[in-house]
């Protein structure tokens, strides 16, 4: 299971990597692991502009086996959607490449202390043993 040591995770699976004050956002390779194909990627790009809260719904991720919501890991204003998710064919680079082409949404982040509230790699792997 590939848990990058330069992300931060939230105990539902998704990741942040902050980039000076901007945050990218994504769900893990466990979870994409265990989602399964993912055929469906449903956040809308009205969000941007938006400031949402940690923990809040931003979208979710449709696949063979179930729907899973997709919840911000800290606050920020939405100020990207990765809008190739959206493309049924494209939904796969979630599978394919979740920390890399299969992010989902760039964010500012309110206050970067938050993050010190997320897992890091070892304790998300401690997590999913």
Do not use: C
């Not at 449709?62 to 049924?88: I, R, S, Y």
């Amino acid at each position: 299971m590939n848990i990058p040591s330069n992300l931060k995770y939230t105990k539902d699976d998704e990741w942040i990597r902050l980039e000076g004050e901007f945050g990218y956002i994504g769900i893990t390779d466990y979870a994409q692991h265990e989602l399964g194909d993912i055929t469906f990627v449903d956040i809308d790009p009205d969000l941007v502009g938006e400031t949402l809260e940690a923990e809040e719904e931003f979208g979710a991720v449709e696949a063979v086996k179930t729907t899973a919501e997709l919840l911000m890991p800290v606050a920020g204003e939405v100020v990207e959607v990765n809008e190739a998710l959206a493309d049924e064919e494209n939904a796969k680079l979630v599978n394919t490449d979740p920390y890399g082409e299969g992010w989902m949404l760039k964010i500012k982040v309110s206050d970067v202390a938050e993050l010190d509230n997320l897992l890091d790699a070892a304790a998300y792997e401690e997590k999913i043993k």
